[in-house]
């Protein structure tokens, strides 16, 4: 199997990042966007921006509609819309979100083998626990780290350390997956080999310059 390879033997633990790697969330997180500039008399984002501007989080997300409608994203502004995204996107959060081809077959087959899997991401953790019981993914990845669990988040490799000490493994038994340079340098920093997937939220770049230790087109390709 492709991931003894990275580990010369099977993984005790899976890591995942949840945007861009097992769903597609930018439906529901363009709508909130877009609502949340609507309120403040400002025009809408659309679906193709907001794809580009995911990955850091909700605040620096808004930040980005913020300095594309604006030019600046003025801090005490910020203050005032995010709990307008938030109340908005809790509301909708799973309506129009999919998850990736191949996502549901690998992640039932790694739970029945054994592996550990736990969600980690920088989106709000009580927004990422939403979608994963929508899922119906909590019996299989029963721990969930959001951006605001800890006191850092990714590319900081503290998420990924506390993932491991909340499965009961050693971080030497785990390997990341994810679909962005952060998830990458996480990883990296982290002392974890990492898998990418090429179809998530890059900012625009190829996810191969980041040098992750494998690229595969979606996640069932790592059951071969």
Request: some cysteine; overall charge negative.
């Amino acid at each position: 199997m492709l991931l003894e390879q990275l580990l010369g033997r099977q993984p005790e633990a899976l890591l995942f990042d949840l945007d861009g790697t097992l769903i597609d969330s930018v439906p529901d997180l363009a709508s909130a966007v877009d609502h949340t500039l609507k309120s403040a008399d400002l025009p809408v984002a659309g679906e193709a921006l907001v794809r580009g501007w995911v990955g850091n989080g909700a605040r620096k997300l808004l930040a980005r509609a913020l300095e594309h409608c604006c030019g600046r994203a003025d801090e005490a502004e910020l203050d005032r819309l995010l709990p307008v995204f938030f109340e908005v996107y809790e509301q909708c959060c799973a309506e129009h979100t999919v998850a990736y081809a191949g996502v549901e077959t690998a992640l039932q087959h790694w739970h029945q083998a054994g592996i550990r899997l736990a969600c980690v991401t920088n989106k709000p953790e009580r927004f990422a626990l939403k979608i994963i019981r929508h899922f119906a993914w909590a019996e299989w990845m029963p721990v969930v780290l959001g951006g605001d669990s800890l006191a850092q988040k990714k590319p900081s490799p503290e998420p990924l350390w506390e993932a491991c000490r909340r499965l009961g493994v050693a971080s030497t038994g785990a390997i990341m997956v994810g679909d962005s340079v952060n998830d990458v340098q996480a990883a990296r920093a982290a002392g974890m080999p990492v898998i990418a997937v090429p179809y998530g939220y890059n900012y625009g770049s190829d996810i191969r310059e980041a040098g992750p230790d494998l690229v595969v087109s979606q996640l069932d390709e790592l059951l071969t």
